[in-house]
């Protein structure tokens, strides 16, 4: 247990509304990750972290923006909705500066209608 | 093309059986390689890291790398219906080694 959580777990939401997800770690790791899963697609890296105020873009990062504020904190925001963002997103941490193995947090499904 | 290419399955294979899952990357500068299970509904867990040419045992797993081929192989000796679960490929980027690539996963159906 990498002492990472999501929240929230399950969110329902409309087309056109913002909406935030959090990822929370416990043991100070440097390097943070969101991921979208989708069937067919596998994981897919939307945006990564690599420390306060530093994060660079994934391979899927359009219509999403992160933010970290704090080690802790790993926020991936969807601006404005879209049904096409209807994913399970997995926040993950890296050990070994980055190069290391990832472990992951227990997931938020979205469904946006 | 993809970046890291797995067969989606399902495999399957009998109890006490060999599984083999093979995975393919096309960036010839990756140095990390990893194996995730992920059961159904829940999050990746970590099997395996193979930093280097050869074979790397752990318990059941064994991680095969071959870089001049560019692919990564699982084999899980003694299968179990535990075993059951989608299997996942990672590589990091050559230019970008902070940033992971991950296969679609295969498919494991271990049969008793």
């Known amino acids: 247990d990498a002492g990472i959580t999501q929240s929230p777990r399950h969110k329902v939401t409309e087309t056109g509304t913002p909406v935030t997800l959090r990822c929370h770690q416990t043991e100070n790791h440097r390097y943070m990750y969101w991921y979208r899963q989708d069937p067919g697609h596998g994981l897919r890296l939307i945006h990564y972290?690599?420390?306060?105020?530093?994060?660079d873009k994934g391979e899927v990062s359009d219509g999403y923006s992160v933010s970290r504020s704090k080690t802790e904190d790993f926020l991936l925001t969807l601006e404005s909705a879209t049904s096409s963002q209807t994913s399970v997103y997995f926040c993950a941490i890296s050990v070994g500066e980055g190069m290391g193995e990832q472990f992951f947090g227990p997931g938020t499904r979205l469904t946006v209608l | 093309q993809k970046e890291v290419e797995q067969n989606s399955g399902p495999l399957s294979v009998p109890e006490g059986a060999i599984a083999s899952l093979n995975c393919t990357y096309s960036d010839r500068g990756s140095q990390s390689f990893f194996w995730y299970r992920q059961y159904s509904g829940k999050s990746p867990e970590l099997i395996m890291s193979?930093?280097?040419?050869g074979d790397k045992e752990d318990g059941r797993f064994t991680a095969q790398l071959n870089k001049a081929s560019q692919y990564v192989s699982l084999l899980i000796r003694d299968s179990q219906p535990s075993d059951s679960a989608t299997y996942l490929c990672?590589?990091?980027?050559?230019?970008?080694?902070?940033?992971?690539?991950f296969g679609s996963g295969t498919k494991l159906n271990v049969k008793p």
């Open positions: 972290s690599y420390g306060v105020k530093d994060t």
């Open positions: 193979i930093y280097s040419n």
């Open positions: 990672a590589v990091n980027g050559k230019y970008n080694f902070n940033k992971f690539y």
